[in-house]
C-alpha cells in the first residue's frame, strides 16, 4: 500500500510531529502541531514529518484527514504490538528512528499520550524537552519556542542546545490547516532483531462517559475564576453556557481548586481558546490564563478590579461584583 | 517486595515568587517553600501502600535546605526515610538535569519496587519529570496513575488518559506520577510522628554523594536555556463601564443581542 523503507534509509535532518493515534482514531491534536511545524520546516528548509505508531494499516479511519495534512511525508510503524500505547515500546520505536534519521526536530502534542511519551524519548536521547510551547519561530537559523514563565508576567524565548530539538506543543493553540500536495507515505521497516516486547500489559480499557470538551474550537466561551467565590457560583456558568451555546472555561487556580475538572483549564498548561466571544467572571487575567485567550475576537471582562489584566485586555469591561452580575444575568435571560 | 520511594517538592507559596533577574530561574533558597500540592495525592498512595504492603517508605526531595519542612511533614505523614538532595550545583536544573539526580539517588537506593511522584508541580507545570527520570532509570512509567496495587508480583495500575481509564499490568519496578484526583480523602499527619520527627533531620546528598557528572548539573547542565524575556505589556483597549448590578448586566445583555447570542 506505501513505499516500504528500511530504517536505515530513511531520510535525515527533518522535522518529526508525533501523530497521537488512539485504538484507530487519529487525535486532531497532532494535526494542530503541523501548522506551526511547517513554518519552521520551510524556515529551515527541511521536510515535515508526521510519524504513526500503529498497530495495523487496516486500523488507519482518518487516512483521508491525514492525506490532506500540511505533511510532507507521512511516516507509519506498523506492528501489532503498537496497538495498545505502551510507553516503554514506543519510546524504543521513536529512539530508534531519531538514531537512524537524526531529526532537526521532534515534537509532541501535549495531550496525557504526548506528556507521557515526550519526557521518556528526551531522557533516552539524552536532550532537552520544552513543555507547553505556544509559540515557535526560526531566527539565524535556530528554532525559537516561548512560554510563559511561573510567577512574572514575562514570556520567556528558550532554545534547546541538544539536538533533536524536543517540545510538546500547547493543545489549541494553533489551528488545522490543510497542505497543498498529498503527503508521501511511508512505511518503516525495522531490522529483523528488532525486540517489540515491553514490560506493559493493557489489561483492559473503559471508554470515559465525559465527552471530550470542544473547548479549543469553541466559538463562545464563558469562563470563571475566583472572583466567583465558591463551586456553586462557578458551577451556574454552565447554566449560562447552555443558554448561550457556550463551552465552560476556567482559571488554573480553580481548577486546583477543585470548583472545575482541570479539562476546562485555559491557559500555559492547559487549553488554548480563540472563540468570537470570550466572557470571563471574576478572572484577574494572570498571564498563565491570558495566553491561552488573547486571541479571541470579543472578549468581555466582568471583575471587581479596574485595573487587572482582563479588564485592559477586553473589548468591554464591567467594573463589579462578578457572582452578582452572573447570577442577575441569568434571572434575566431565563424570564 | 523491596522498598517505596516517594519524590516530593517545594514550590513557592502563591504570592512570594522571587525570579532570578539574570537566569529567570525561581530562587527556591529565598523563598517561603510549600509542598507542591499535587505531591499530596502521591504521598497518600505511597502511605496506603507502605500500610498495606508493609514495606520501606522513602521519601527523596530535590531542593534548598528550606524543604527540610516538607520532608519532616512526610515522615509525619508515614515516611520512614528522608533524604535530600541538596547541592548549589543544581540549582538551575531544567528537567533532564533534574531527572538526572533523582535518577541517581534512587539508583543509590536501589533495590526498590515502586517511585512515586506528583502529576506536575504547579510551579513548572512540565509534568516531565516522572516518566524522564524513568527512562534514565531505563524502567517502566506510567503518568495520570489513580489506582495501584501489587498482583501476583506485578503492579496492576489505573492511569487515565483523555478517552477513559486503562488497567495496566507492569513488572516492576515501576516510576508513577498520580493523578491529582486520585484520592477524596488525604489523611492528616500523626500527631505522635510530628513529635518524633522534632529531633530527626533527613539525610543529605550532595553531588558528591552521588559521584555525579557536574557537567550535568544545574544551569549550565540544562540543555533548554532562556534566550530572551519579554515583558507583555498591556494596554487598555476597550470601554470600562462602572456602575450598578442592574445596569451593568443591562449592558452585557444588549452586547450579547448584537452578538446574536441571544435573541430579542
Known amino acids: ?335 | 517486595m523491596e522498598k517505596i520511594i516517594v519524590c516530593i517538592k517545594g514550590v513557592p507559596e502563591p504570592g512570594s515568587v522571587k525570579v532570578d533577574p539574570e537566569t529567570h530561574a525561581l530562587k527556591r533558597e529565598s523563598m517561603e517553600l510549600i509542598l507542591n500540592p499535587n505531591d499530596r495525592p502521591a504521598l497518600e498512595m505511597a502511605v496506603r501502600l507502605k500500610n498495606d504492603y508493609n514495606i520501606e517508605l522513602v521519601a527523596i526531595s530535590m531542593g534548598p535546605p528550606n524543604v527540610i519542612p516538607l520532608l519532616k511533614h512526610a515522615y509525619a505523614l508515614g515516611v520512614d526515610q528522608m533524604i535530600l538532595l541538596s547541592d548549589r550545583a543544581f540549582a538551575g536544573s531544567d528537567t533532564l538535569a533534574t531527572s538526572y539526580v533523582l535518577a541517581e539517588a534512587i539508583k543509590k537506593l536501589s533495590p526498590f519496587s515502586l517511585v512515586l511522584m506528583g502529576l506536575k508541580s504547579i510551579d513548572g507545570e512540565t509534568a516531565q519529570v516522572p516518566p524522564e527520570t524513568a527512562s534514565l532509570l531505563d524502567i517502566p512509567s506510567l503518568t495520570n496513575v489513580k489506582s495501584l496495587f501489587m498482583k501476583d508480583n506485578k503492579w496492576i495500575a489505573i492511569r487515565e488518559i483523555e478517552y477513559g481509564e486503562e488497567e495496566v499490568e507492569v513488572e516492576g519496578p515501576l516510576v508513577c506520577s498520580v493523578s491529582p484526583t486520585a484520592f477524596e480523602y488525604i489523611r492528616p499527619p500523626s500527631l505522635k510522628r510530628l513529635l518524633e520527627v522534632k529531633n530527626k533531620e533527613p539525610i543529605v546528598w550532595q553531588a558528591g554523594d552521588l559521584n555525579l557528572d557536574s557537567q550535568k548539573l544545574g544551569l549550565k547542565g540544562s540543555p533548554t536555556q532562556v534566550v530572551e524575556v519579554i515583558e507583555k505589556k498591556i494596554e487598555t483597549k476597550g470601554i470600562i463601564l462602572e456602575g450598578e448590578t442592574e445596569e451593568l448586566v443591562e449592558k452585557l445583555i444588549e452586547v450579547l443581542k448584537e452578538k446574536a447570542l441571544i435573541k430579542n
Open chain 1, 1 to 335: 500500500m506505501f513505499e516500504r523503507i528500511n530504517i536505515e534509509n530513511l531520510p535525515k535532518g527533518n522535522i518529526l510531529a508525533f501523530g497521537e493515534f488512539y485504538r484507530n482514531e487519529l487525535n486532531n491534536s497532532s494535526l494542530e502541531i503541523l501548522s506551526p511545524l511547517k513554518e519552521v520546516a520551510q524556515a529551515l528548509n527541511k521536510k515535515l514529518i508526521l510519524l504513526f505508531l500503529i498497530g495495523s494499516l487496516e486500523d488507519i479511519k482518518n487516512l483521508e484527514e491525514i492525506k490532506k495534512s500540511l505533511a510532507d511525508e507521512v511516516w507509519f510503524v506498523v506492528n501489532n504490538e503498537l496497538k495498545d500505547l505502551k510507553d516503554d515500546l514506543y519510546t524504543e520505536v521513536l529512539a530508534q528512528i531519531v538514531k537512524s534519521s537524526q531529526p532537526y526536530g521532534l515534537f509532541f502534542p501535549a495531550t496525557k499520550i504526548g506528556m507521557s511519551l515526550a519526557p521518556r524519548v528526551a531522557g533516552a536521547l539524552k536532550v532537552g524537552l520544552c513543555a507547553h510551547v505556544n509559540y515557535l519561530k526560526v531566527k539565524d537559523n535556530q528554532i525559537i519556542m516561548s512560554r510563559p514563565t511561573y510567577g512574572e508576567n514575562i514570556i520567556a524565548k528558550l532554545v534547546s542546545k541538544s539536538s533533536p530539538v524536543m517540545a510538546t506543543i500547547s493543545l489549541g493553540a494553533f489551528n488545522i490547516k490543510y497542505g497543498e500536495r498529498e503527503p508521501l507515505m511511508k512505511e518503516i521497516i525495522f531490522p529483523e532483531n528488532f525486540s517489540w516486547s515491553s514490560k506493559l500489559k493493557i489489561r483492559n480499557f473503559i471508554p470515559s462517559k465525559k465527552k471530550l470538551t470542544k473547548l479549543s474550537t469553541a466559538k463562545i466561551v464563558v469562563s470563571g475564576g475566583r472572583g466567583l467565590k465558591n463551586k456553586e457560583t462557578f458551577q451556574k456558568l454552565f447554566e449560562l453556557a447552555e443558554i448561550l451555546g457556550a463551552e465552560v472555561g476556567a482559571t488554573r487556580p480553580v481548577c486546583y481548586e477543585g470548583w472545575v475538572e482541570e479539562e476546562r483549564m485555559i491557559g500555559v498548561s492547559g487549553v488554548t481558546v480563540k472563540p468570537k466571544i470570550y466572557i470571563g467572571f471574576g478572572i484577574s487575567g494572570a498571564l498563565q490564563h491570558t495566553v491561552g485567550m488573547e486571541n479571541s475576537e470579543f472578549i468581555i471582562a466582568v471583575n471587581t478590579d479596574k485595573d487587572a489584566p482582563l479588564v485592559k485586555m477586553a473589548n468591554l469591561a464591567l467594573i463589579g461584583d462578578a457572582r452578582k452580575i452572573l447570577e442577575l444575568l441569568l434571572k434575566k435571560l431565563k424570564s
